[in-house]
Structure formats: C-alpha cells, structure tokens
C-alpha cells in the first residue's frame, strides 16, 4: 500500500508511524518539501527533540537563516550564490522541523503559529536581497552600502508583519486564502513552485555550474530579472484575487 506521506524506503515502521503524526500528506506539500525537505526533516526533527531544543528557537533559526539568504545574494559570485541557495535550504527545512516538533509534543500554540505566519514573510526579504544583487551587478552602488540597506528595509518589513501575522493569528484563517484554495489543483501548484523562492532556488543548481563554467556570461544576471517580473506577476494577480474575495 502507497503511504501518503514523503518517504525514503529504507526507514522503519517506526519513522513511518512519526511522519503520520508530525507531517502533512504528501498531496498537500509544495513540490521542494514533497520530494526533498520532508523525507530529511523527521531526522532533524527527531534529533532536536531529543536535545530538548524548543519548536520556537526552531522557527526563530528559520527566520534568521532566510534573512541570511538575501544578505550573502549580494554580491552575486558563484560562491555567494552557493551560500544562498545553503541558507534558503536550512530556512525551509527549519520551517519544516518546528512544526513537526510541536506536534510531536502535542503542543502545538498560537505563539508558533503566530512566528511562522511571520516567517511566511521570508519571500519579501529574499527579493529585497536579489534586487540589491542585481543594482551591485549594474555597479550603481558598493556592497556596504547595500548591506545597510538590506538590513535597513528587513527591519521596515518585520515592522509591518509583525502586526500583520498577529492579526492572521489571532482572527483568520488560511484556508479563506483563495490562492490557498487555488493551489489545491496541481497545475497552479506547479506554476506557484516555479515562480516562488522554491523554484528559484531550485534552478540555482542549474545556474552556479553555469556561472563557474563560463565567467563572461553572467546568467544569474538575466535569470535573476526574469524570475522578478514573474514574481511581480504572481503578486499582482496574488492581490487582485484577495481583493475580489473580500469584495464577495
């Protein structure tokens, strides 16, 4: 019989038994979580269990690894765009283990709740981080500088999702979302995929052994543009959505 939740086929019953309990089936994960993130994160989760870390250091880890990732984009090197992609991997994956953590416990709280609505937020800060790599690129300005900016327009973002997530938290609910209700079918998950932090970092595989192979060719340049407008799409068409669902 085919289990609904990710797996890898050497695991015990055991394992399989926790992924029923801490995790989502495997229908209604993202395709980076289903196929990566999920089948490792009941290990990470286990083992922070039994180091008795709390599920929300878990979810502040997540928060600063995602902070992370937009910062060491600036420079856009090979390197730095390793480090990213290392940095946007551990933030997922944290966001992953708190939950499970929680539920592990059976303490699941509005307080973890209330940080991961913050942590949703992440996508923001990132593409501050890619449009900051994009203008050191151009030459238009020094890194130090855009360092100052980036961590200048976080602390402006936290400062509005605070209050924002509280409100999520504490008043609505995510099932109301109608991109939520959307994603259900599976080609608009695919095409939210694609045009999220996921895919993108997804293709930073693709794009690193391309920057090392050929110098003259800067492709994270171009990708990094393409990708943004895409994204500017995906919001727009994100807020008229919630726009005629609030008008209903």
Do not use: H
Not at 162 to 180: G, H, M, R, W
Not at 190 to 214: C, D, H, K, N, S
């Amino acid at each position: 019989m085919k289990t609904e939740y990710p797996t890898i086929k050497w695991e015990s019953d055991n394992i399989k038994a926790l992924r029923s309990k801490c995790q989502k089936p495997a229908a209604v994960e993202e395709p980076f979580a289903r196929y990566f993130l999920r089948r490792i994160s009941i290990y990470v989760t286990l083992f922070f269990n039994k180091i008795g870390l709390p599920p929300n250091f878990v979810s502040l880890l997540s928060l600063i690894f995602f902070f992370l990732t937009g910062l060491v984009l600036i420079p856009a090197t090979p390197l730095a765009l390793l480090l990213g992609l290392i940095c946007y991997i551990l933030g997922y994956l944290f966001d992953c283990v708190d939950g499970e953590m929680a539920r592990l416990r059976n303490k699941t709280s509005k307080k973890g709740e209330f940080l991961d609505n913050i942590i949703r937020g992440n996508t923001v800060i990132i593409t501050i981080g890619i449009v900051l790599s994009i203008i050191y690129l151009l030459g238009l300005m020094e890194f130090m500088p855009l360092v100052l900016i980036y961590i200048g327009t976080t602390i402006a973002f936290l400062g509005l999702q605070i209050p924002l997530a509280f409100e999520i938290t504490f008043s609505t609910s995510v099932n109301d979302d109608p991109v939520y209700q959307l994603r259900k079918q599976s080609t608009f998950d695919q095409i939210a995929f694609w045009t999220g932090m996921p895919g993108f970092f997804t293709l930073m595989v693709v794009i690193i052994p391309i920057e090392l192979l050929f110098e003259t060719i800067n492709v994270y340049y171009y990708f990094s543009i393409i990708f943004l407008l895409f994204y500017t799409m995906k919001v727009a068409l994100r807020g008229f959505m919630t726009y005629m669902k609030i008008k209903q």
